[in-house]
């Protein structure tokens, strides 16, 4: 697939690592505007502006399938996508900044009268970056969440604390819930798939999927007391801190937001009818201090700053926060919250670059989720024919993964060795991102 790049940006340069191996990749920017990071790939560099048509024809946009626009101006992101879909017709991905922007061209491509003239995907990651914090705080002590079939099945992430009975017990004799299945581990920040003789050791990131109840169950029995999340402290109150009150406050979860800004404090007082407006700096150990958030079940930090948000997260945590998460704007700092003790670190440029990678993914092979920073991949794969009858130990797969749960029509199947596949069955396939096309490719016969 020939993909056109517009933005030598952080998001930029992560998409043309991400894809890069199996694809053909040119970006579009300035030269002044070019990464380091993109010396060492293997991609084709146009210099100029891709809202001039010159520039994208000399990316030779009329062969390209793809054309995403990521630079840090939503305008030049937009017009260049107008101008791409009006040349060659290509599928369009266009990264927004502003709500407005993305309601507006969600609205123009829904809209009969504008014809082919849209854009096809709209990305603004401060939203997914809203989803998946979301997803987090309404299940306690979870490190990630995700749902599959229409929420009846999910994955879940949780720490071994030392002190957990499961430590330095083999899978096989934990004796997790019933319609569980433990598909991934991490350890020392590197992901591998577990069997029955994988011993747990503290401090391991432990990844589940079964159905919702199995796993409430789960969560409830071995990683923490507290079924519910009852309060939150959000430290700033930018575009992402109003979503996720909003959010919070549809769930009645007690919810409190200290904002720096006293204009801006005004306009949350506005917006939100149930959540606590605070005047005042997220790195004031008093103000934390004052507004007991030790008491609090999640504390997140969501400025627009990373050192202000290591600060606020680390302060929050020497005050005996239960569980912190704090926005990272650039990636490469994800490691170092973490280092540092703060227990999720989550970027929105890594939530849109999953969302690319989703769109990206072949019709009938889907990515549903990756997990630990890209290291793992859940699948989504529908059973041919060839492999209907088949029991899931018959199957020869050629690399490391865990079927963690069938979808049979109305039906949520969180399978075992002896399971029979039948042709039709939609399969969710948990696998290191290194196996991916290994599985796609087995799965995929002709």
């Known amino acids: 697939m020939k993909i ?9 340069c992560l998409l043309a690592t991400e894809f890069f191996e199996d694809h053909d990749i040119t970006v579009i920017d300035k030269e002044e505007n070019r990464r380091e990071e993109f010396s060492r790939l293997d991609i084709s560099f146009v210099q100029g502006n891709a809202c001039d048509m010159n520039a994208l024809k000399q990316a030779d946009i009329l062969n390209a399938d793809i054309f995403i626009a990521c630079t840090s101006i939503d305008e030049a992101n937009i017009v260049s996508c107008l ?38 995907y709209i990305i603004w990651p401060e939203e997914l970056l809203t989803q998946e914090i979301f997803r987090i705080v309404t299940v306690a002590q979870a490190l990630d969440v995700e749902n599959f079939a229409d929420g009846r099945a999910r994955l879940l992430e949780y720490k071994v604390s030392p002190n957990l009975a499961i430590v330095d017990k083999k899978v096989r004799d934990c004796k997790f819930t019933e319609d ?55 430290i700033g109150g930018g575009e992402v801190g109003l979503m996720l009150a909003r959010n919070l406050e549809s769930l009645k979860i007690k919810t409190k937001i200290i904002e720096s800004d006293y204009e801006r404090c005004q306009v949350l007082s506005e917006e939100l009818s149930h959540t606590l407006i605070i005047h005042g700096d997220g790195t004031d150990l008093k103000i934390l201090d004052e507004e007991s958030i030790n008491e609090c079940d999640v504390t997140i930090s969501v400025t627009n700053n990373d050192e202000r948000n290591l600060l606020c997260s680390l302060i929050a945590k020497q005050l005996g926060a239960k569980r912190v998460i704090a926005r990272v704007s650039q990636v490469l700092n994800i490691p170092l919250f973490e280092k540092v003790g703060i227990d999720i670190a989550i970027s929105p440029k890594n939530s849109a670059i999953n969302e690319v990678r989703n769109d990206l993914a072949e019709n009938d092979v889907d990515i549903l989720a990756t997990v630990e920073q890209g290291q793992g991949e859940v699948l989504e794969i529908t059973v041919k024919p060839e492999f209907s009858g088949k029991k899931i130990m018959e199957l020869q797969v050629p690399a490391p993964s865990i079927i963690g749960v069938i979808q049979r029509k109305n039906k949520v199947i969180i399978p075992k060795g002896d399971t029979d596949l039948k042709y039709d069955d939609i399969l969710i396939i948990f696998t290191k991102s290194e196996y991916a096309e290994m599985i796609k490719d087995f799965f995929m016969v002709k």
């Open 4 to 12: 056109v790049i517009f933005g030598a940006t952080e998001v930029g």
């Open 83 to 120: 101008a791409a879909k009006k040349i060659s017709g290509i599928r369009t991905i266009c990264f927004v900044s502003k709500e407005e922007y993305k309601n507006t061209l969600y609205f123009e491509k829904n809209n009969g009268l504008y014809g082919d003239f849209f854009i096809d």
């Open 180 to 234: 569980t299945v433990i598909v991934g581990i991490t350890r020392n920040g590197e992901l591998f798939i577990p069997n029955g003789e994988t011993v747990l050791k503290a401090d391991d990131k432990l990844i589940f999927m079964g159905t919702s109840h199995s796993l409430d169950i789960l969560a409830g029995t071995f990683f923490h007391d507290k079924e519910y999340v009852k309060n939150v402290a959000i």
